[in-house]
């Protein structure tokens, strides 16, 4: 630890003897809409000496005077070209022209290919327009399902949306938008995620090594940044499919100042659901389901030096029913008597996230990023029920029920990017964060006809406060031509009841080029997490707890190795392959029986702690350009966890561990107005808890004389995990159908999910076997599959122009 720190020290120290170079800077933006491009390759042909672009598009690139020839290249583009006699510290705006045939783009030097040569490993950048090429679900897009299709990656049960990455839980995923954290990015139980494709970016996915200016999880960080705007035109598009719509507006507020971008998205399965409802219950009835997203970004330039950003985000699911239902009959003064009950029942949930961020280039070697932050996320239930005597007028019993639980952030956070030398580029920077925890209130009211009768209360937990903030710093140094390495620190505190924890978090990844195709890789990374998420693994919906480390409830800690290597077999393809080896400490769990439900006593008392671990090695095969895109990913993985008070102690495998996984992706472009897009996935079964044997009790006499003895079954778990579900396998396919409109391009999509309909488990179960069936077997029971989805045919249209 120590030493890494002195080499830092020391490549600091040696930024004055690069005084007589010279630095070229500036951004790279697309030339016709001006969005800033993340991640460009800048570099000087000759000397194959470059630089990439950084979350806000802006480079910096350090060299000796002389004459060079200056490529800036991006997947998708066109790559310019630019000769240069360099005599003085120089701004070069690069805008670059996209390409239409894909299979004519040229990569100028193999030394651009930032998987080949970057001393980042286990990252995956997904081109969204690759996301919208792929097969949709019910007609929509989704960023989330493309990441579970990586070598790495499970998506938990058929359907949603969760990520289990390197054998960790859903709650040790990082997940950004546009630099605020989103704490559930799920709709409709997890069967979509929360990020509309029209409003995003890019985005990027680490799921190890990662850099120092990351901390807070364990196991991912998902980088999502929505779209700037169209700086010198209004442009859109829309869609409709079959459960839902949205709509996307870009363009300039002030031509080359001020742009915007909206995208609005909203299901319509309650609106076709309610004739239904209403004819069903003679109009009485109301109910249904829909979700929204919205998403608004403004963006200011005031010079080349000051620009602003402000984000917003917010979403919202919602499941609801209505009932208006008469009863008449005879009191006891043989009297008509009509009682009326309106019953009401809401389950929502939702986040809000919002960004405000000021851009400043102190000069051509330094960037500043200032960031203010706000994010909640909200769960709620609602049950009301009251009756009234529609006779005497009379008011009647009323009940009412509601539980809420979630979690609100404010936060400051600064981001500095430092080009001290041509070796050299530094990150560094802090955060401080405000959390306000709300583990869940029930809040209950009763009353009756006599107005003395009347309870109204709540209980539960309390809101607790906690405040959270972290420093860092990163250097990217390259050694030689060959080597290059990664040294970084994150260093965090968080205080909350009184207590303060700290952690230093060393990460470092390093580089070899052991030919100009062939690159070696190695990364070693502490991450430690101080927000706890409480799953109950017997209730699909959204009632996890977000929870706090407190003076009972440690952080979790992790150590991750990885080592790898890419070979670049051509200048289309690429073959990686890493392992890795994690250890976690400080997991929860609940305990024996315990939930989320009845909130009358703190949540610490319903957790346990303990260990995990996992490892396995990941091979991806992947075609980036051409006409077919792609890749072929397999992981052997195992992931295992271990409670003192859990299992008797002993290790069992994670719910969600496997031990293969495959996947292919593959996209087409037949011709401009046709592709199709492939997926296909196996892997073989989830771990689940089932009992070995039911045990009969004695037989005890009973006072009725048809049944003269009873019996009680108990369930017998022989350990948790202990079985593993059938193999999951599915192919979808997608058929884009686009032709060239006046205005625009409308486009056909037609999707099949699960193409070849097979039944994949989704959940298992015991049912009682019949008389017949226990003749033949001699088991009372047997197990039986659930499964939810045959295959599923889907269409959308959409306009863009």
């Known amino acids: 630890m120590s030493k890494s720190v002195i080499i830092l020290l020391l490549c600091f120290l040696t930024v004055s003897s690069f005084a007589q170079n010279l630095t070229i800077s500036g951004y790279v933006t697309d030339q016709i809409n001006g969005e800033r491009l993340l991640n460009a390759n800048v570099y000087e042909q000759k000397i194959l000496r470059g630089t990439i672009t950084n979350n806000f598009g802006f480079y910096s690139l350090t060299l000796p005077k002389g004459n060079y020839s200056i490529a800036c290249s991006f997947v998708g583009y066109e790559t310019s070209l630019l000769e240069i006699n360099l005599l003085k510290d120089t701004i070069i705006n690069f805008k670059l022209a996209a390409k239409a045939d894909l299979e004519e783009v040229t990569v100028v030097g193999q030394k651009v290919d930032s998987k080949l040569t970057s001393t980042q490993m286990s990252r995956v950048d997904i081109q969204m327009d690759k996301v919208q090429s792929l097969p949709a679900f019910l007609g929509e897009a989704d960023v989330i399902k493309t990441i579970q299709l990586l070598p790495g990656v499970q998506s938990g049960t058929e359907g949603t949306s969760g990520l289990y990455v390197r054998g960790g839980g859903p709650d040790q995923n990082l997940i950004l938008l546009d630099d605020v954290p989103v704490y559930n990015a799920d709709h409709l139980f997890g069967f979509f995620s929360v990020f ?42 829309f869609s409709v499919g079959l459960i839902s719509s949205k709509i996307n507006l870009e363009g300039p507020l002030v031509k080359d100042k001020t742009t915007f971008n909206f995208s609005a998205r909203r299901t319509y399965a309650d609106l076709l659901a309610q004739p239904l409802i209403k004819s069903s219950s003679k109009g009485n009835d109301a109910g249904g389901y829909f979700f929204h997203d919205l998403n608004l970004k403004i963006t200011h330039k005031f010079n080349e030096r ?21 009863n008449t009959f005879k009191d006891e003064n043989n009297t008509d008597v009509t009682m009326q009950t309106k019953d009401k029942f809401s389950l929502g949930w939702g986040n809000i996230t919002t960004a405000l961020r000021w851009n400043y280039i102190f000069s051509n070697k330094l960037f500043a990023n200032t960031t203010l932050t706000y994010s909640r996320y909200l769960f709620d239930v609602m049950e009301n029920t009251t009756e009234k005597n529609i006779t005497t007028g009379q008011k009647g019993d009323e009940f009412g029920l509601n539980y809420k639980s979630g979690i609100e952030d404010f936060g400051l956070k600064m981001d500095f990017d430092y080009f001290p030398a041509p ?45 959270e903030l972290y420093a860092y710093i990163e250097d990217n140094i390259d050694l030689s031509a060959r ?72 952080p979790q800690t992790s150590h991750q190795f990885a080592l790898g290597g ?38 610490e008392d319903k957790v346990e702690m303990g260990k995990g671990w996992s490892y396995g090695a990941e091979f991806m095969l992947e075609k980036k350009i051409g006409k077919t895109t792609g890749w072929l990913g397999y992981t052997w993985s195992k992931a ?33 107005r046709f592709d199709v897009g492939l997926t296909w996935v196996y892997g073989t079964g989830n771990a689940v808890t089932l009992p070995t044997q039911v045990v009969s009790s004695a037989e005890i006499p009973t006072l009725n004389p048809n049944q003269v003895y009873f019996t009680t079954n108990y369930e017998y778990f022989e350990q948790r995990n202990n079985y593993r579900m059938p193999s999951y396998q599915r192919m979808d396919v997608g058929f884009n159908f ?64």
């Open 196 to 237: 509309n494709p029209d409003a995003i970016k890019s985005v990027s996915f680490y799921k190890g090594g990662f850099p120092a200016r990351f901390g807070g999880r364990l196991s991912s960080v998902l980088d999502i940044r929505m779209k700037d705007g169209n700086e010198k035109e209004l442009h859109g598009n």
């Open 306 to 326: 000051n620009r602003i950003y402000l984000s917003a985000y917010n979403g919202r699911d919602k499941a609801y029913y209505r009932s208006d239902s008469k």
């Open 423 to 467: 070796n050299h580029r530094v990150k560094f920077g802090g955060s401080i964060v405000d959390h306000t925890f709300k583990p869940g209130i029930l809040a209950f009211k009763e009353s009756g006809s006599d107005a003395s009768s009347k309870i109204d209360t709540a209980f539960g937990n309390p809101n607790i406060r906690a405040q």
């Open 483 to 554: 080597f290059s390495v990664n040294f970084g620190l994150h260093a965090s505190g968080f205080f909350v009841d009184n207590t303060f924890y700290q952690s230093l978090q060393p990460r470092v990844s390093a580089r070899f080029m052991a030919s100009d195709r062939l690159s070696l890789k190695a990364a070693y990374s502490k991450m430690s997490q101080n927000i706890h998420l409480l799953s109950s693994s017997t209730i699909n919906l959204p009632t996890d707890l977000w929870l706090p480390t407190t003076k009972k409830v440690k």
């Open 566 to 603: 890419v070979y670049q077999v051509n200048r289309a393809i690429d073959f990686s392959v890493e392992g890795f080896y994690k250890s976690m400490t400080n997991l929860l769990e609940y305990k024996e029986g315990a939930s989320f439900i009845g909130a009358t006593t703190g949540w």
């Open 640 to 672: 295992e966890r271990q409670f003192d008070n859990l299992n008797w102690g002993q290790k069992f495998y994670a719910r969600y561990d496997r031990r293969h996984d495959v996947s292919f992706v593959m996209t087409h472009r037949f011709s401009k």
């Open 738 to 801: 686009h032709k060239q409109k006046k205005h625009g391009i409308r486009t056909w999509n037609l999707s099949l999910y699960n193409a070849y309909s097979r039944q994949n488990p989704f959940f298992l179960y015991f049912e009682s076997t019949s008389e017949t069936e226990y003749k033949q077997t001699g088991k009372s029971r047997k197990l039986t599959q659930l499964s939810l989805f045959p295959i599923i045919p889907s269409i959308s249209y959409s306009y863009k122009f």
